[in-house]
């Protein structure tokens, strides 16, 4: 296996094409590892968090809302954007996850990091469980409508498998919860 310098990209020159809201638009001029120039556009993102809120009953609470980059209502898992680079991780999960849900989890687990579309967005989506949930109100964004919805945990496997759930964060840690389920039974029948 070659070493991470064989593939290292250095920036020369960065230009800000867009200045967003939540995206900013780079153009960077790179030297490439074989001492030529390249080009590079990308979209800096602050990071977001999700979670896989599940009940007692091995529901799924998810939730479907229109997105308009789509122009559908997508079913997916609460998540949400940092409010900065620097607010801690868990804490935005548990407030996306109370806002959307009402739901306040008395276990949280972290289950890993998604890189959402690495070859053009810095966006990296901080994922949990959240297990021992207790319900509560709703409190969406002003611009948020949602529809909450549960689903067993194997129906949304299934579903993922069908290709019924495009959303890539609720794939990746659906999956991940249930394959970490998978494990925690087996190791019970082992034991």
């Not at 896989?52 to 479907?64: A, F, Q």
């Not at 997508?74 to 935005?92: F, Q």
């Not at 249930?178 to 019970?188: L, T, V, Y």
Request: hydrophobic share 35%; charged share 30%.
């Amino acid at each position: 296996m070659k070493d991470e310098s064989y593939f290292k990209e250095t920036q020369r020159d960065s230009q800000l094409i867009f200045d967003g809201r939540v995206l900013h638009v780079y153009k960077d001029t790179i030297g490439l590892p074989n001492g030529k120039e390249g080009m590079r556009e990308y979209c800096r993102h602050g990071g977001a968090v999700a979670v896989v809120p599940l009940t007692k009953d091995n529901e799924v609470i998810c939730v479907r809302q229109y997105r308009y980059a789509l122009g559908r209502v997508v079913l997916e898992i609460p998540a949400g954007k940092l409010d900065s680079p620097e607010e801690d991780h868990l804490e935005a999960a548990l407030r996306e996850l109370r806002e959307e849900t009402g739901y306040t989890p008395g276990r949280v687990v972290p289950i890993g990091d998604l890189a959402t579309s690495p070859a053009l967005l810095t966006e990296i989506i901080y994922m949990y469980l959240a297990e021992d949930l207790t319900p509560g109100e709703v409190d969406p964004d002003e611009d948020e409508f949602l529809e909450i919805v549960h689903i067993p945990l194997e129906e949304m496997v299934d579903m993922i498998l069908r290709g019924e759930i495009q959303d890539a964060k609720t794939q990746a840690a659906v999956i991940k919860v249930w394959a970490m389920k998978q494990k925690q039974n087996e190791q019970e029948i082992q034991s």
